[in-house]
Every structure is written in C-alpha cells, then in structure tokens.
C-alpha cells in the first residue's frame, strides 16, 4: 500500500470532512478536503466554478485536483461527486484504502437543504433521487469498506472507521 492514506467517499452532507477531520486527530494523521484542494487551485468556490464552467468544466477541474494529491499518511475528504472520475477514482485507491459513508436517501435528502451553495452536482434536469441512486452504484464500486451511517453520530462513525484500519 506505501502511503497508507484513507480515502472518504460518499454523498454530499453524509460528514466526510467533518468525520475526516476527527478520524485525522485520532490516529495522528493529516487532513485534506478536495473541495478545498479544487477551491485553492480554480481560485474560485465550488459554486462559481459549477455556474460558469457546467457541470462537466466543474468535474475537470475536480479530476485535475484530485490527481494533484500526494500525500502519506492522510486522510482525504472528497467532494461527492468525486466518483465521476474514474481516473482519480483509480489514483485514490492506489494510495490507501477508500471508504464509503452511507447515509440512506431520506436521512441525506433531509440534510440537503442548501444544495447550490454547497456546490453540489446536479446535471441539468437531474433530480436528487437520480443522482443518488447514480452515485450509491459508484459508491460501491470503489470502496474497499462501506460504513452504514443509519443513527450513528459523528464519534460512531469515527469508531467504525478505526475497526477497519
């Protein structure tokens, strides 16, 4: 494995960052977000980037992003719609394990309230509903563990993911 990373993929509002970043302090490691990574290399939010580029500019710059990150010993939040690229999908796997947090479509629909301003990625005429079932098969696809966030807190998230490491 050589780097050793973790990689969190899932919807967006299921707490990557949030988990992310409590996961990073407990087992010692570093943190990076890829929004942020997208943010700071773009110069742009997530938002804008969506608005004048399209959906399809915007996932070019995130690929481009993600394929920028070389880290050790890490753990890399990603943007939800990170599972469009397979190339970085690739990439992340070969530098650690990547995990999946599942929140069911309800609990994540009530956690979506502002969506725009997340710069969250919708395709034109795409619903909330498409886009989750679209994602979950991704979702799947790539991870080596799913962690089921059905009532768990932040802290039993947290724990599920140290089980597997």
């Known amino acids: ?14 707490g990557k960052s949030t988990v992310g970043v409590i996961l ?16 700071q290399r773009e110069n742009a939010l997530l938002s804008d980037i969506i608005k004048d580029r399209g959906v399809d500019g915007f996932l070019e ?3 481009a992003a993600i ?48 969506i725009r301003q997340r710069g969250v990625v919708l395709r034109p005429g795409e619903t909330l509903d498409e886009m989750y079932d679209n994602r979950s ?3 799947k696809k790539y991870a080596d563990y799913i962690i089921d966030e059905t009532d768990a807190s932040v802290e039993d998230t947290v724990e599920m993911i140290r089980h597997t490491t």
């Open 24 to 39: 990073a302090k407990i087992l010692g490691m570093n943190f990076i977000d890829t929004d942020l990574v997208i943010q």
């Open 1 to 14: 494995m050589g780097k050793n990373n973790i990689t969190l993929i899932g919807m967006p509002a299921s």
């Open 61 to 63: 710059a995130e690929e």
């Open 137 to 139: 098969t991704l979702y």
């Open 67 to 114: 394929l920028s990150v070389d880290q050790t010993n890490t753990v890399i939040a990603t943007g939800g719609s990170a599972v469009y690229s397979e190339a970085g999908m690739k990439y992340l796997k070969s530098l650690g394990k990547v995990i999946y947090l599942k929140v069911e479509k309800e609990d994540l629909f009530g956690r979506l309230h502002h």
